[in-house]
């Protein structure tokens, strides 16, 4: 024969080690830059600070919450004509203790005549 010598087990040897280097390294490249922010405001986003309006605080919101709410281009007024959260399906409405409401896809305090890229019409 050709001096080959074929087996299963090395055959299944090969395929676990080089999945183990695949996954390995997947994993390193996934995990590498998490640290970047951990020690608070570091990154250049500042929290805005609370004022008179309790719509406008954000203190309570992870860097992460904050990242949502800007991907998702919410804004405090909404440039759409007849689309705001306050007619959103996604709104949630404020309590009688709270002047803002809220937003199913986001933490944080919510202007009812505010807007974001995911507006529903609400349905009756």
């Avoid at 490249?29 to 951990?38: A, I, P």
Wanted: proline share 4%; aromatic share 8%.
């Amino acid at each position: 024969m050709g001096g080959k010598d074929y087996s299963r087990r090395k055959f299944i040897n090969k395929c676990f080690s080089s999945g183990s280097v695949l996954l390995g390294s997947v994993l390193f490249l996934n995990c590498r830059g998490t640290n970047e922010s951990s020690s608070g405001n570091e990154s250049g986003h500042k929290k805005p600070s609370i004022s008179d309006d309790p719509c406008n605080d954000l203190t309570s919101l992870s860097d992460g919450e904050l990242k949502k709410r800007q991907s998702l281009g919410y804004v405090k007024q909404s440039t759409v004509p007849d689309n705001s959260c306050g007619n959103c399906a996604l709104y949630i409405p404020a309590k009688s203790e709270k002047k803002c409401g809220g937003c199913i896809l986001f933490k944080g305090p919510v202007y009812i005549e505010g807007h974001c890229v995911q507006w529903a019409a609400v349905t009756a």
